[in-house]
C-alpha cells in the first residue's frame, strides 16, 4: 500500500470516528457534571458536592453548596451515606480564640438563596468512614429535609487539599 493510500485511509477513519467521538465528548461532559448538580421536588438542589478524606480512622468532611430557588425556606434535618457509620451536621465556630466544630441540629436555607457548606463553616462530619470511602471514588449522600423529602448526591472523595 502506497503513501496516498495510507493517507486516504487515515482520513477516512477520521471521519468515522467523529459521531463517536463527539458522543463520548457529550457522556464524559455528563459524567463530569453529574456530581455537580442534585436536584429534589420543590427547587432544592445540591451543587459542587464533595468529601474530604484524610485516613479511616479520623472523620471525612462533606462540602456542598444548597440551592434552594423555592418560595418558602427550607430546613436541612440530617443526612446519611453508605461511605459513612454515621453523618451529622457540624458547624465551626471560633470560641474563646478557638475553632471548635459544633453539632447543629438542623441548618435553613431561606427562599431563593443558598448556603454554603464549605470548610471553616458548617459541613457533614462523615464518623467512621467505610470501605468505599477512597480517594478518587465517589459516595452516595442522602441529604433530609423537615419537610420530609430527601435529596440523594453524588459526592467525589478528595484527599485532605480538596484534589
Not at 133 to 152: C, D, H, Q, R, W
Request: hydrophobic share 40%.
Amino acid at each position: 500500500m502506497n503513501s496516498t493510500t495510507r493517507t486516504r485511509r487515515k482520513r477516512a477513519c477520521r471521519r468515522a470516528n467523529r459521531p463517536a467521538s463527539a458522543l463520548t465528548a457529550i457522556l464524559l461532559g455528563t459524567a463530569v457534571l453529574a456530581p455537580t448538580l442534585a436536584a429534589a421536588a420543590g427547587g432544592v438542589s445540591v451543587e459542587k458536592p464533595w468529601m474530604r478524606f484524610i485516613i479511616k480512622a479520623r472523620p471525612a468532611a462533606g462540602y456542598f453548596t444548597l440551592k434552594n430557588d423555592g418560595d418558602s425556606a427550607v430546613e436541612l434535618t440530617g443526612a446519611s451515606s453508605s461511605g459513612c457509620g454515621m453523618v451529622m451536621l457540624h458547624q465551626t465556630k471560633q470560641v474563646n480564640g478557638v475553632d471548635r466544630m459544633m453539632m447543629v441540629k438542623s441548618v435553613t436555607v431561606p427562599a431563593h438563596g443558598s448556603l454554603s457548606f464549605a470548610p471553616g463553616g458548617y459541613h457533614l462530619m462523615c464518623m467512621e468512614p467505610q470501605n468505599n470511602m477512597a480517594i478518587g471514588a465517589s459516595v452516595p449522600v442522602i441529604l433530609k429535609f423537615a419537610n420530609g423529602k430527601t435529596i440523594t448526591a453524588t459526592f467525589p472523595v478528595k484527599g485532605p487539599g480538596g484534589m
